[in-house]
C-alpha cells in the first residue's frame, strides 16, 4: 500500500540535504530513516506499475549532509561543508536547547548555550546559502521565543533572529509550538510555518496510559495560565470534552529570577473530583508552574493528572517531578523528543516520550517536492479520526458522532 507520505508521483524541485547540527543529530538521523523509507516505498510503487523516477540523488541512502563545526582555542568557530550542496535543498536543523555539547576556551569548558548554537546555524547558513537551490531552517524549539515582547527597555531578540535568518537568504523557517506565532510578523513577506504536535501528544499518551477513557465524567483538559488556554481550548473540543483553567496572581512589585513571583493559582471551571486531566501548555521549564497546577487538582479530588508538553526543559532537574510522583501530585509526564533531554529522564517511571521523527520527516519530504502540507500533515483530521478509532474499541462510548 503506498505510503501517505510519499509522493510517487512528483518530483522535488532539487536534490535533498539535511544539515544538522551536532546538538540536532540524534533527532536528524531518525528523520533520515523516514524520509529514506518514504522514498524507497516510491521507488517499488513505481517499478510495480512498470515506470521510472529518474531523478538525480532521489533515492540515497543518507540525505545528511556531511559537515562540522570546529573551533579554536580561542572559541572562535567556522562551518566546514564537506561535499557539493550546488543546486541542493538544505533543511539545516538545529536543536538551541542541547547543553550536553562544550568546547574549550583558553583552556576552559564552556557549555553550549542557545546563543552558540544559533551561531553555528548561521555558520552552516553562510557557507552553502551561494550555491544551495534552497535554504530552509528547521528549529524546533525557536530560539528566543520567550523573548517574543519588549517590556521597558528590552532586546527584542526572537523578532531580531527572524529578520537576520532572512536577511542571509533563509527561503522559510520552521518551528514547533511557538511561544507566541505572531512573532513571525517580523517577517510578513516570508516563509514561517508552526506546527503544533497534539495528535502525536495524544496518540502516545491514550496507547500508553492504561485505562485512558474519553468522555466528559472521565477526562477533562486543563490550561495552567491564560497562556495555554487556545491549547486547551483546542484539545478539548476535538476529544468532546470539558476543559478548565488556572489563571496566576502574581506580585507585580517584585522581580524574582527576572519575573514576577507567583502568589497563588486560581482554578476556573467545573470540577475535577474522579476525573483523569491533562495539563497542556507548550513547555515545562522549571516545572514548578505544572507541579503547582498539579497539587490544586489533587486537592479539588482529580483521579490522576498528566503533564504534557511539547517541550521538556527539566531546567531544574528532575528531583521535583520524582518528589511529586512519590507524593502522587502527578501520574505522567508527556513530552516530544523535539529537543535535547538528559538520558536519565528516561529511567524515570512517570515520564513517556512522543516521537515526532516520522512527523517532522514527512514536513522535510512535502516541502522539498514542493506540494502542500495541509494535504498529507492535518493535525486536526488525523486527531480526530485516532479518537474516532479510539472510542469505537470502549464499549459504551459512542459520543463521538454528536461532536460537532
Known amino acids: 500500500m503506498p505510503n501517505s507520505y510519499a509522493f510517487s508521483e512528483q518530483l522535488p524541485v532539487a536534490p535533498l540535504k539535511i544539515a544538522a547540527l551536532k546538538g540536532c543529530m540524534e ?5 533520515n530513516e523516514h524520509i529514506v523509507a518514504f522514498r524507497k516505498n516510491d521507488m517499488e510503487e513505481l517499478a510495480q506499475r512498470k515506470e521510472s523516477l529518474h531523478y538525480r540523488g532521489y533515492e540515497r541512502e543518507s540525505y545528511l549532509l556531511d559537515l562540522e563545526c570546529p573551533r579554536f582555542g580561542t572559541g572562535e568557530g567556522k562551518c566546514i561543508i564537506n561535499e557539493s550542496v550546488r543546486g541542493t535543498d538544505i533543511f539545516v536543523m538545529a536543536d538551541v536547547t542541547n547543553y550536553s555539547l562544550s ?3 583558553n583552556g576552559f569548558v564552556n557549555h553550549m548555550s542557545p546563543d552558540d548554537h544559533y551561531q553555528d546555524m548561521k555558520r552552516i547558513i553562510s557557507a552553502s546559502i551561494s550555491t544551495a537551490h534552497r535554504v530552509l531552517v528547521i528549529m524546533p524549539f525557536l530560539y528566543e521565543g520567550r523573548q517574543h515582547k519588549r517590556i521597558k527597555r528590552e532586546s527584542l531578540d526572537c523578532a531580531y533572529a ?6 542571509m537568504g533563509v527561503n522559510n523557517i520552521i518551528t514547533f509550538d511557538a511561544h507566541d506565532p505572531r512573532v513571525q510578523n517580523a517577517i510578513p513577506l516570508h516563509g514561517f510555518d508552526n506546527f503544533v504536535p497534539t495528535y502525536n501528544l495524544v496518540k502516545t499518551i491514550f496507547t500508553t496510559i492504561p485505562d485512558m477513557k474519553i468522555d466528559k465524567d472521565h477526562l477533562m483538559i486543563i490550561s495552567p495560565d491564560e497562556g495555554a488556554m487556545h491549547r ?3 484539545l478539548a473540543n476535538n476529544l468532546g470534552v470539558d476543559m478548565g483553567m488556572f489563571y496566576k496572581r502574581r506580585d507585580y512589585s517584585k522581580v524574582v529570577g527576572g519575573r514576577n513571583p507567583i502568589v ?8 475535577v473530583e474522579g476525573k483523569t486531566v ?4 507548550d513547555m515545562i521549564s522549571s516545572g514548578e508552574s505544572m507541579i503547582d497546577t498539579a497539587k490544586e487538582l489533587k486537592a479539588r479530588n482529580a483521579a490522576r493528572v498528566i503533564v504534557c ?3 521538556g526543559l527539566f531546567t531544574n532537574g528532575f528531583s521535583q517531578f520524582d518528589e511529586a510522583y512519590h507524593r502522587e501530585l502527578i501520574d505522567y509526564v508527556c513530552t516530544t523528543n523535539l529537543n535535547y533531554r538528559n538520558p536519565e529522564i528516561f529511567t524515570k517511571p512517570w515520564y513517556i516520550e512522543a516521537d515526532i521523527s516520522k512527523f517532522l520527516a514527512a514536513i522535510i519530504n512535502s516541502l522539498n ?6 494535504r498529507v500533515l492535518s493535525p486536526t483530521t488525523k486527531l480526530q479520526t485516532f479518537v474516532k478509532k479510539f472510542c469505537a474499541k470502549e464499549d459504551g462510548y459512542q459520543y463521538y458522532g454528536k461532536i460537532v
Open 278 to 281: 491533562i495539563i497542556i501548555d
Open 264 to 271: 497563588a493559582h486560581e482554578f476556573l471551571g467545573d470540577g
Open 27 to 31: 533527532l536528524a538521523a531518525k528523520v
Open 103 to 105: 568546547y574549550t576556551v
Open 162 to 167: 527572524l529578520e537576520e535568518l532572512v536577511s
Open 232 to 234: 486547551a481550548v483546542y
Open 309 to 311: 508538553a511539547t517541550f
Open 369 to 374: 517536492h514542493d506540494v502542500s502540507i495541509e
